[in-house]
């Protein structure tokens, strides 16, 4: 793609934006200037001052880098969680509104928990939002991946909640390290990869090309950590402590096969893509 610069002289914000919506969408566009020019979108359209070359430059580097299709997120490093704003790079799966959603419904149905565990915490999304709703919780963010931990940790100190946020690295939670989980967790969350792996070549481009697979890949049916998460939330969860899965709309049925008594719910957009179960009885 050739996006000519022409002279180099001082373009408005509002210029740049124009002519950056002949190669990205005008959401985009927006988007990229709101965050490189940090002004909020009616001050793009209302700003006198002008952008000196080099930053006109740069800003024309990420424009390429959008229409090739990269996700904005990773290149503004910013993705926004409920009231937060993360820290987001290619190490780490951008955080979606239907984990929004799990973060909400979860704090309808349970309240005060003591111990909470995210596993596959990811950027540390649900972690952070979870301690913000619940403060007095202790919450443990659990992740195979020490890239996206990195990230994770980036998040949390952006936050200030190291103190109640303790990350561990594991491939699953039924590892000796994790021992003093069993029978202790009020609540264990997971947005786990649950994407079927033949499905994962037809996901859009920007998704397959750029998030990490280790993210998306459930196994052959999407399925193995949530087989996993399954079969652990009647060891590790506490009395009436609460399990809150997102999950692909082909596993509902899975999910009540092996926990007869959880709850599928859909989400905004009338897709199956919850699961609840409570040991104990919701």
């Known amino acids: 793609m050739k996006i000519a610069l022409r002279a180099l002289h001082r373009h408005l914000p509002a210029q740049l934006v124009r002519r950056a919506c002949r190669f990205i969408p005008r ?60 820290y987001v790079d290619p190490r780490v799966f951008i955080p979606r509104p239907e984990t929004e959603e799990l973060a909400l419904r979860v704090q309808q149905l349970i309240q005060d928990p003591e111990v909470i565990v995210d596993y596959g915490t990811g950027s540390g999304c649900l972690a952070i939002a979870l301690a913000q709703m619940f403060p007095a919780a202790r919450i443990f ?9 990195a990230v994770a940790r980036l998040n949390i100190r952006r936050y200030r909640l190291e103190k109640r946020i303790h990350l561990i690295q594991a491939p699953a939670l039924d590892v000796p390290h994790l021992e003093f989980l069993k029978d202790n967790i009020d609540l264990l969350i997971s947005n786990p990869p649950y994407v079927p792996e033949n499905r994962i070549p037809v996901l859009e481009p920007r998704v397959r090309n750029y998030e990490p697979i280790i993210a998306l890949d459930g196994g052959p049916e999407g399925t193995t950590v949530i087989r996993m998460l399954l079969q652990s939330a009647p060891v590790y969860l506490r009395k009436n402590g609460l399990l809150a899965l997102e999950i692909d709309e082909t596993q509902d049925s899975f999910v009540t096969k092996m926990l007869p008594a959880a709850r599928i719910e859909t989400d905004l957009a009338g897709k199956i893509r919850y699961a609840f179960w409570r040991k104990g009885g919701l």
């Open 27 to 86: 959401d985009d566009a927006e988007y990229l200037a709101m965050s490189f020019f940090s002004l909020k979108r009616s001050e793009i359209y209302l700003s006198q001052k002008p952008v000196s070359p080099e930053i006109t430059r740069n800003f024309w580097t990420l424009v390429k880098r959008a229409a090739r299709g990269e996700p904005l997120q990773y290149l503004t490093n910013s993705a926004p969680f409920l009231n937060l704003d993360l």
């Open 141 to 149: 963010g659990i992740d195979i991946s020490a890239p996206a931990l």
